[in-house]
């Protein structure tokens, strides 16, 4: 089957910049989930998705991070303005339900300079 | 609060040695540990899982509540073995749909002909 496929695969962008990152999940995967991993860490949970609701976004920075998943599947995650601390890769997953394995795409390695 | 430590950042063996992996993890509720495994220039994904007690690819881990611990051990590690290896923590019965993933920062595992 298809994976979880991301894009763009890096991308550099100043400090106070705007950047987007996109998600298309394994096909009939309704839980989806964005993760930040900082070089040295393992990857945080920012926002996870069940179908088009947020079922948890404690730890999304939600003054410069949003989120969405429009119709239930796509999903898209921005940062406006960007700051150094941003740098980092940001995965995305899905599974089929809450409980099922998480798939991981390839990532989006963001540099802010 | 969850938490995940793996304390080792680095480990390095030879070919055909045994192999452990440490992963302690704090928790108050029920959890179910998870091994990611990330080879070089490939996707995160799912080693094992402690629920479904399989031996994947050699590898072994035993859920240890008294010690809190779920270390993984291979007995004769492969050059192939060489990746980035998280342990993950997921609370198995928080309710409703919110399953989030507490990583550990990782251990490289090194194996050396």
């Known amino acids: 089957e298809a994976g979880v496929a991301q894009s763009p695969r890096y991308k550099i962008i100043e400090k106070r910049q705007s950047v987007a990152f996109w998600c298309n999940p394994i096909?009939?995967?309704?839980?989806l989930y964005w993760y930040q991993q900082i070089l040295g860490q393992g990857p945080k949970l920012l926002i996870q998705f069940q179908n088009n609701g947020v079922v948890d976004d404690s730890q999304l920075p939600k003054d410069r991070f949003s989120a969405e998943r429009l119709k239930g599947v796509d999903s898209t995650l921005k940062i406006q303005p960007a700051k150094l601390e941003d740098s980092a890769v940001y995965l995305c997953?899905?599974?089929?339900?809450?409980?099922?394995?998480?798939?991981f795409g390839q990532g989006t390695r963001l540099t802010v300079v | 609060a969850q938490r995940v430590t793996q304390p080792e950042k680095l480990l390095s063996v030879f070919k055909g040695a045994p192999v452990e992996l440490k992963c302690n993890y704090s928790?108050?509720?029920?959890?179910?540990l998870f091994w990611y495994v990330q080879y070089s220039r490939q996707r995160l994904q799912l080693l094992l899982r402690?629920?479904s007690r399989e031996s994947i690819k050699g590898f072994t881990a035993d859920l240890n509540k008294g010690e809190t611990s779920f270390h993984l051990k291979k007995p004769f590690a492969q050059e192939e073995d060489s990746a980035m290896y998280y342990c993950?923590?997921?609370?198995?019965?928080?309710?409703?749909?919110?399953?989030?993933?507490?990583f550990g920062k990782g251990t490289l595992l090194t194996v050396n002909p």
């Open positions: 997953a899905s599974s089929f339900g809450g409980v099922g394995e998480a798939f």
């Open positions: 402690h629920i």
């Open positions: 928790y108050s509720g029920s959890p179910e």
């Open positions: 096909s009939g995967h309704a839980t």
């Open positions: 993950a923590l997921r609370d198995l019965y928080s309710g409703g749909s919110n399953y989030k993933l507490t």
